[in-house]
C-alpha cells in the first residue's frame, strides 16, 4: 500500500517536459518554508494499491507527457511501495522518464533498491536561507538535479546544468 496526496496531469515545474507528477504523503523533516507543509502529516492522504496508483499514473499517459515526477512529503519514506509503482509504470511503458524529489542527500540513498529506476533526483533539504527562485526545479542552491544512472556508474554525482 502507498499513501498519496495528489496527482497532477500536467506539471511543467517538476522536471523537464510535460510530466504527471504524484504528490506522495508524509514527512518527518519539517523544513522551515516548506512548499507542501499540507503533505507532512504522515496520516494525511489515501492509501491505495500501489497497482492501483500506478494505473491511475498510466491512465493519465499521453504521449505528450515526457515523464512521471515523484516528489511530497518524502517519498523515500514509502521506498518499498515507491519501487513497486514504479516497477508497473517501466515494464508498462520502458521508456518513461522517471523524477524523485527527495529531502534526503544523494550520497546518503545511493544504495536504496529503487534509486536504480529513477533517472533523475533532485536531492536535499529546502533552506530557506538559499532560496533561489531562479533556480530551474528546485527551491533553494544547495539542492542539487542529479543524473541517477550516471551517477551510480562512476560511484560520484553527476549533476545535470539545466540553469
Not at 91 to 117: A, C, N, S
Not at 120 to 139: E, I, K, Y
Amino acid at each position: 500500500m502507498i499513501r498519496y496526496a495528489a496527482v497532477v496531469d500536467n506539471s511543467v515545474v517538476d522536471g523537464t517536459g510535460i510530466r504527471i507528477t504524484v504528490f506522495l504523503q508524509g514527512c518527518v523533516r519539517g523544513c522551515e518554508g516548506c512548499h507542501n507543509p499540507d503533505l507532512q502529516p504522515l496520516e494525511g492522504g489515501e492509501v491505495v494499491s500501489e497497482e492501483a496508483l500506478a494505473q491511475l499514473v498510466l491512465n493519465k499517459l499521453s504521449p505528450l507527457h515526457r515523464g512521471v515526477t515523484f516528489s511530497g512529503g518524502e517519498p523515500l519514506l514509502q521506498a518499498q511501495a515507491l519501487e513497486k509503482v514504479i516497477s508497473i509504470l517501466k515494464r508498462e511503458k520502458p521508456d518513461i522518464d522517471v523524477w524523485m524529489y527527495t529531502g534526503f542527500t544523494f550520497e546518503e540513498i545511493q544504495e536504496i533498491p529503487v534509486l536504480r529506476m529513477i533517472d533523475v533526483v533532485v536531492d536535499g533539504p529546502f533552506v530557506l536561507a538559499q532560496r533561489d527562485l531562479s533556480l530551474a526545479f528546485r527551491g533553494s542552491r544547495n539542492q542539487r538535479i542529479i543524473d541517477v544512472p550516471a551517477s551510480l556508474a562512476k560511484s560520484e554525482v553527476v549533476e545535470l546544468k539545466l540553469d
